[in-house]
């Protein structure tokens, strides 16, 4: 797993910085690393704990021979991604509507400013709080396709869109989105519908 290091620096104005250095070693030898500098601890250890993860996911990745050199793909936010996925003839044309309206308003989200390949469990958990907290007062039902819509755009990226992107996060917060009841699947129907309930004359 990678290392965490936040050193504070007091700069020469006595204002107070921190300075990340998440970093993976092997022999004793630094192999790749990630750093930033924040302006308060709060930040720079949520940051630590992304980094961290992106970097052990991205070595487990290549032991196990199913790392991709990012110079064939490239970042994108979660909503550039969405927006791509909705324009390209490959999705864009099949979509239903359904779909396109969820996908939609995703774009209206703090989550759509997230980098696609930085998105966590946590992230997805705090959008699904979000959204049962809000007035319209969507069900667990709603929100779930929320979660599965985005995890089909996370994949079109981490293929032919060629964007840095993967559905971990996904798989990692399934389990905890179940247990907290913020996603819940569709009820199957326990009977038949009437002719007249399906317009039938």
Request: glycine residues 4%.
């Amino acid at each position: 797993m990678a290392s965490i290091n936040i050193e504070e620096r007091v700069g020469k104005s006595g204002a107070v910085s921190y300075r990340v250095r998440v970093r993976v070693t092997e022999r004793k030898k630094i192999i790749d690393k990630l750093e930033q500098t924040f302006d308060n601890r709060r930040d720079a250890e949520k940051w630590a704990i992304k980094a961290q993860k992106e970097l052990t996911h991205k070595h487990d990745d290549i032991k196990r021979g199913l790392y991709r050199e990012t110079s064939e793909f490239r970042d994108a936010t979660v909503g550039e991604l969405i927006r791509e996925y909705l324009e390209n003839p490959r999705t864009g044309s099949t979509i239903g509507r359904t779909k396109e309206y969820v996908l939609r308003a995703l774009l209206n989200y703090d989550i759509a400013l997230v980098t696609a390949s930085r998105l966590t469990a946590n992230d997805l958990i705090q959008h699904c709080e979000f959204r049962l907290a809000e007035d319209t007062q969507p069900t667990p039902q709603t929100v779930y396709h929320d979660v599965t819509y985005l995890r089909s755009v996370m994949q079109a990226g981490a293929t032919f869109l060629k964007i840095n992107a993967s559905t971990r996060y996904h798989d990692e917060a399934i389990p905890q989105l179940i247990k907290l009841k913020l996603i819940a699947r569709s009820n199957k129907r326990s009977r038949r519908p009437k002719k007249e309930e399906i317009g039938f004359l």
